[in-house]
């Protein structure tokens, strides 16, 4: 520790000395500049710093009073050395003293010369200062001027621009005013006027341009209802035009159910605002002017605050449909139409003004206001008209607005709520026109007067009487069916119409529609025409139940044509066969009604058959056929020619051969009736006399499928009157040559007897 702090003070001695260094400064200028040495300071004070916590002082200071006795010694050396020079130095001082003292004299003579003449100098500068000044004074006021004109001259243009209402100019040169040049002269009274003015004119605008706003809004909302009015006309026009087109033209049949776009590109692309005259510049230069005063955000507000305010005060003036006056209604759909029109117009017009999500919203509440006044006018109504009007104009105004990117979801709901309130309405009122239609039906052939009337028939029938029949006959004419028949062919064909009529324009729902119509034409068939004529199938008059038969024969036949009109009338996107539950039903009820006959006839046989009266044990021969035997064959006779006139060929047959087949069982039961034990050979003889009276009858009908009826009995009574010997029945060749008809059963009780 000691070696390290005697190398301290000797590296601080050897700085030391470094001061008296004769090469180096000399005296306390190179101390000092030694001192100042950043290098030998950094050197120093670390030294002293450990000498002094070392506790060394006294040896530094003793090394330091050496070196100071040191360099006195070498100082007066020097000076010993150097005297001489030194005395000769003082002398060269003293002569120089002496010269400068004349030097000084003449030095105050120049100096007092030059101080006269610099008086004269000083005032000139002094002048050519103060002109300097005037000449700055000047130009400073001639800026000043120039500022102050340019201020005036833009207050003047912003006058000028008020008056010719450029407001939005104005503005702009009221900010350039403002912020460029008043600026420059804010000292000066008229420009602090000026200042404080400026937000009273930008204010004024702002006020000038809301008032023209308020006023182009009340023209807007009066000639929404003719933008609404035209854009709803061109629709239609364009839907009827697109209906002709598809009609004519075969190739697009299948695509008359399409829509065409809707208004909107055209009422953009055929300029409609420049027809109606719109002017938008009151809501562009509201717009520029609230954004240069950076209130955007307050107009926005302003603004759609007035726009929910109209479209409320349109929806406000009531209405009401069910007098059949849609006029009211009319007026708030293009009030509607015409108002989104514009807002279509403005939102894509302009830059972050209008939100989709505002229009939106007075969308929603508009077609809500709609729904409601749609809803609350039907409640209870009968008027099917109505129901089409209705539907035409809102279907119009839906299509119309359809292109705007609106949701017409609801709108198109509500369409199909009217519809099915419609099909019920319809089905409900023509269900009460057939059933009226039908029981008021006298089931008496149709007869028309002239040929109109004829034709007329033939429009809603398959009918086609032949032109010789037509001559033959002439007018009037007997027609095969009741009236009846015709009458709900038309009317099943207008209510097909008339349901396809309030359809069209329904693209989307077309399938579900085509169900509803197709159940609802089953429903009239069946439940009113069908079911009515079931029940007049009770009656006992033979007339009116052949001619129920007749007309539900060609309901029957008619019902593929039924089928035809609603497979042609469908929806386009609709294929494969439709079928009508109606004609399995007519074909039941055929059947009824037939077999209906057959026992109202068999009836009338059995009521001739219970006045019948054999003595069955008699001995006189009968000469002539029974009477009641003889009135039943007239009654078969007249019925044949009368009642059963009109009945198809088949129908008469069968008709025929259940009837004699009932009349021969019933003739053979009296023959074999076990409360009669007995009979003679006379009585089986005048039995037998019956008989061929009753097959002489069916020999001359000449129908082949009843020549057979009374076979059995015929058999019978040949083994039982012709046969030599009866026992031959018992022989299997003879029996199924002769007798192949015959019950064993009934053989033997009749030769009990």
């Known amino acids: 520790m000691t070696s390290e702090n005697d190398d301290d003070v000797g590296k601080l001695a050897k700085s030391l000395e470094k001061v008296n260094d004769p090469n180096s400064f000399s005296g306390l200028e190179s101390f ?24 060394k002082q006294t040896a530094f200071l003793n090394a330091l009073d050496v070196l100071i006795r040191k360099n006195d010694g070498e100082i007066e050396r020097m000076c010993n050395a150097h005297y001489q020079e030194f005395v000769h130095a003082v002398d060269q001082l003293l002569k120089v003293r002496q010269g400068s003292v004349e030097l000084r004299k003449k030095l105050t003579e120049v100096n007092n010369t030059l101080q006269n003449g610099g008086r004269k100098w000083a005032e000139k500068k002094r002048e050519l200062t103060n002109a300097r000044k005037v000449q700055q004074n000047v130009e400073d006021a001639i800026e000043v001027l120039q500022s102050s004109l340019n201020v005036l001259e833009l207050a003047n243009k912003v006058n000028e621009q008020l008056e010719q209402k450029k407001y939005y100019s104005a503005l702009k040169t009221l900010n350039g005013l403002e912020n460029d040049r008043l600026g420059h002269i804010t000292q000066y009274t008229f420009a602090k006027i000026l200042a404080q003015g400026v937000p009273v004119m930008q204010n004024t605008i702002k006020n000038t341009v809301t008032v023209e706003l308020k006023e182009w809004l009340a023209r807007i909302r009066e000639i929404s209802r003719q933008i609404g009015n035209l854009a709803m006309q061109r629709m239609q026009e364009r839907q009827e035009k697109w209906k002709m087109k598809t009609s004519e033209n075969p190739k697009l049949k299948n695509l008359q159910h399409h829509q065409v776009n809707s208004a909107i590109e055209m009422v953009v692309n055929e300029g409609l605002e420049n027809e109606i005259n719109i002017d938008f510049e009151p809501l562009y230069k509201c717009i520029h002017v609230y954004e240069t005063l950076e209130k955007r955000n307050e107009f926005k507000t302003s603004y759609s605050e007035d726009r929910r305010a109209q ?15 849609l006029t009211t209604f009319d007026f708030l759909l293009q009030d509607i139409v015409g ?22 919203g007075l969308w929603e509440m508009v077609t809500g206001k709609v729904i409601l006044v749609v809803s609350e006018s039907l409640k209870g109504c009968k008027d099917p008209e109505l129901f089409l009007k209705i539907k035409l104009s809102l279907l119009i105004f839906i299509q119309t607005l359809e292109g705007f990117d ?36 006298e089931c008496m052939p149709m007869t028309v007067e002239n040929e109109e009337e004829l034709k007329e028939v033939m429009q809603y029938t398959r009918f086609r009487p032949d032109r010789e029949f037509i ?83 060609y309901f029957e036949s008619t019902c593929p044509d039924f089928e035809m009109l609603l497979m042609e009338t469908r929806s386009f996107h609709r294929s494969g066969h439709i079928y009508l539950k109606a004609t399995s039903t007519f074909t039941d009820t055929r059947r009824k009604a037939e077999k209906r006959i ?54 008469k047959s069968l008709l025929y051969f259940d009837a004699l087949e009932h009349l021969s069982q019933s003739m053979k039961r009296l023959l074999l009736d076990t409360d009669y034990r007995h009979l ?22 000449g129908d082949p499928t ?33 007798y192949n008809r015959l019950n064993s059963r009934d053989v033997i009780v009749l030769f009990e007897k």
């Open 406 to 441: 609106y949701s017409v979801k609801p709108l198109q709901e509500t369409l199909l709520t009217l519809f099915q309130r419609y099909s019920e309405l319809l089905i409900s009122q023509y269900s009460e026109v057939f059933e009226k239609i039908v029981q008021e039906d």
């Open 598 to 651: 057959f026992e109202l006839v068999n009836s009338k046989l059995d009521e001739f058959l219970e006045l019948l009266e054999y003595d069955w044990e008699t001995d006189e021969i009968q000469r002539q056929p029974s009477p009641n035997l003889q009135d039943l064959v007239t009654f078969l006779t007249n019925v044949t020619n009368a009642a059963l006139l009109n009945l198809p060929e088949t129908i």
């Open 471 to 553: 001559k033959r006959y002439g007018f009037p004419l007997r027609l095969p069916f009741s009236k009846v028949f015709p009458t709900c062919c038309r009317d099943v064909s207008f209510f097909v119409h008339q349901f396809y009529q309030f359809a069209e324009g329904f693209s989307q729902t077309h399938g579900e529609m085509d169900d509803i119509l197709k159940k609802a034409v089953d429903s009239l068939l069946i439940q009113k025409v069908n079911a009515i004529l079931l029940k007049k199938l009770e009656s006992t008059n033979l007339s009116q139940i052949v001619q129920i038969i007749i007309n539900i024969e």
């Open 311 to 325: 479209a409320n005060l349109a929806l406000s003036a009531p209405i009401n449909l069910q007098d059949g006056n």
């Open 339 to 360: 108002f989104f029109i514009i807002e279509h117009l403005i939102l894509h017009n302009t830059t972050d003004f209008r939100s989709q999500a505002e229009v939106d």
């Open 32 to 55: 000092s500049i030694t001192l100042d040495d950043t290098e030998n300071l950094e050197q120093l004070g670390p030294i002293i710093k450990n000498i002094t916590e070392t506790g």
């Open 706 to 738: 009843v020549m057979d009826s009374f076979v059995e009995l015929r058999q019978l009574l040949n083994l039982a009157i012709l046969s030599d010997n009866p026992e031959e029945y018992l022989t299997p060749q003879i029996r199924n040559k002769k």
């Open 680 to 701: 003679t050979r006379i009585a089986l003889d005048n039995f037998n006399t019956d008989v061929r009276f009753i097959e002489d009858f069916v020999n001359n009908l």
